[in-house]
T-cell receptor, first 117, second 111 residues
Framework: GAVVSQHPSWVICKSGTSVKIECRSL??????MFWYRQFPKQSLMLMAT?????????EQGVEKDKFLINHASLTLSTLTVTSAHPEDSSFYIC?????????????FGPGTRLTVL | GESVGLHLPTLSVQEGDNSIINCAYS??????FIWYKQESGKGPQFIID?????DKRQGQRVTVLLNKTVKHLSLQIAATQPGDSAVYFC??????????FGGGTRLMVKP
C-alpha cells in the first residue's frame, strides 16, 4: 500500500520558536501534498496545497509567512511553523496524492501533535 | 460558504448491530466522496469512496450510499465491532480538486 510518514510524531516547544514538520511518501511519488490542521474535537481544515517544485497554495486565512511549506522533492514536503504561539498548538496532518489525477486517493500521515508552551 | 456535514454527533451502538452514519453536503459540483475513519491521535484512514455517477458502493462490511437529489451521503457498517469505534468523516472532492471534510461523527461500540 501507499504509506505516508510524518516526523516528529509530537513536539513541545517554547513560544517564539520555530518548528519543522516533515511529511514523506515512503513508497510512491507525490506531486501534490496537502497540509491540514485539526483542533480537538473538530474536523480537518485544509491549510495549504503543496506542489513539488512550485510555491504552495494557501487557504484563506492561513498566513503563508507563518506556515512555511517546502516541497523540494516528490517524496518530501515540510511545514515550518515560525514564531510559534500557544494558539498554534494543534494536530497537523499531511496527505499525499499519488499520481497526477485530481481524483486520485489521498494517503494521510499519522499526524504531528504540536504543543506550544 | 459551502460545506460538508457541520456537526460532530455521537452514535452509540451495540456490538453486532449495524451502524449508519450520515453526512450532508452542499456543493452540487462535487463529484467524488470519501469516508475516513480516524482513531484518537492518528491520521484519517480511508474506508471507502464513491463517485457521483454511482448511488451505492459496497466494501467489506461497509456500504456507502449517495443521494445526489438531497445531497446526502451515508456509511453503513454491518455487524459493528469494538474496533470500529472512532470518529468518521465524510469528505468531498470539489471543483477546486481539494478535499473538504465534514464535521465528523463519533461512533461508540458497546460490548
Amino acid at each position: 500500500g501507499a504509506v505516508v510518514s510524518q516526523h516528529p510524531s509530537w513536539v513541545i516547544c517554547k513560544s517564539g520558536t520555530s518548528v519543522k514538520i516533515e511529511c514523506r511518501s515512503l513508497d510512491f511519488q507525490a506531486t501534490t501534498m496537502f497540509w491540514y490542521r485539526q483542533f480537538p474535537k473538530q474536523s480537518l481544515m485544509l491549510m495549504a496545497t503543496s506542489n513539488e517544485g512550485s510555491k504552495a497554495t494557501y487557504e484563506q486565512g492561513v498566513e503563508k509567512d507563518k506556515f512555511l511549506i517546502n516541497h523540494a522533492s516528490l517524496t518530501l514536503s515540510t511545514l515550518t511553523v515560525t514564531s510559534a504561539h500557544p494558539e498554534d498548538s494543534s494536530f497537523y496532518i499531511c496527505s499525499a496524492r499519488r499520481g497526477l489525477a485530481v481524483n486520485n486517493e489521498q494517503f494521510f500521515g499519522p499526524g504531528t501533535r504540536l504543543t506550544v508552551l | 460558504g459551502e460545506s460538508v456535514g457541520l456537526h460532530l454527533p455521537t452514535l452509540s451502538v451495540q456490538e453486532g448491530d449495524n451502524s449508519i452514519i450520515n453526512c450532508a453536503y452542499s456543493n452540487s459540483a462535487s463529484d467524488y466522496f470519501i469516508w475516513y475513519k480516524q482513531e484518537s491521535g492518528k491520521g484519517p484512514q480511508f474506508i471507502i469512496d464513491i463517485r457521483s455517477n454511482m448511488d451505492k458502493r459496497q466494501g467489506q462490511r461497509v456500504t456507502v450510499l449517495l443521494n445526489k437529489t438531497v445531497k446526502h451521503l451515508s456509511l453503513q457498517i454491518a455487524a459493528t465491532q469494538p474496533g470500529d469505534s472512532a470518529v468518521y468523516f465524510c469528505a468531498e472532492n470539489n471543483a477546486g480538486n481539494m478535499l473538504t471534510f465534514g464535521g465528523g461523527t463519533r461512533l461508540m461500540v458497546k460490548p
